[in-house]
């Protein structure tokens, strides 16, 4: 099928800046769109932000302004460019990408990531 691998987290100070990315790889596949979400502890996993094959994007309100995703079709890569981070920024940040891949016949697919921490410190 099609495996993400993301790199780019870490620990950064609070006002700072990271850029996280995530490519899939696998054979005959056509991503429809790829995304961002991130998990705190104690808390559900929640969108970050999203953009489809045509470039439409989607953020969460807490990083409206702050984040911008980007997306690479050739390469199937999208990137997540994180500014001004906050401490509450801080979480597990998977990729996520959804698609077709052919088996014969097409087949959708909903991939995750492994995730990849961003700690943000005060």
């Known amino acids: 099928q099609v495996q993400l691998v993301e790199s780019g987290g870490g620990l950064v100070q609070a006002g700072g800046s990271l850029k996280l990315s995530c490519a899939a790889s696998g054979s005959f596949f056509v991503i429809d769109a790829m995304g961002w979400y991130r998990q705190a502890p104690g808390k559900q996993r929640e969108l970050v932000a999203t953009?489809?094959?045509?470039?439409?994007?989607n953020y969460a309100d807490s990083v409206e302004g702050r984040f911008t995703i980007s997306r690479d079709n050739a390469k199937n890569t999208v990137w997540l460019q994180m500014n001004s981070l906050k401490p509450e920024d801080t979480a597990v940040y998977s990729c996520?990408?959804?698609?077709?891949?052919?088996?014969?016949?097409?087949?959708?697919?909903?991939?995750w990531g492994q995730g990849t921490q961003v700690t943000v410190s005060s």
């Open positions: 953009v489809a094959s045509d470039g439409r994007t």
């Open positions: 996520n990408a959804r698609g077709r891949y052919l088996r014969v016949n097409w087949f959708q697919f909903d991939t």
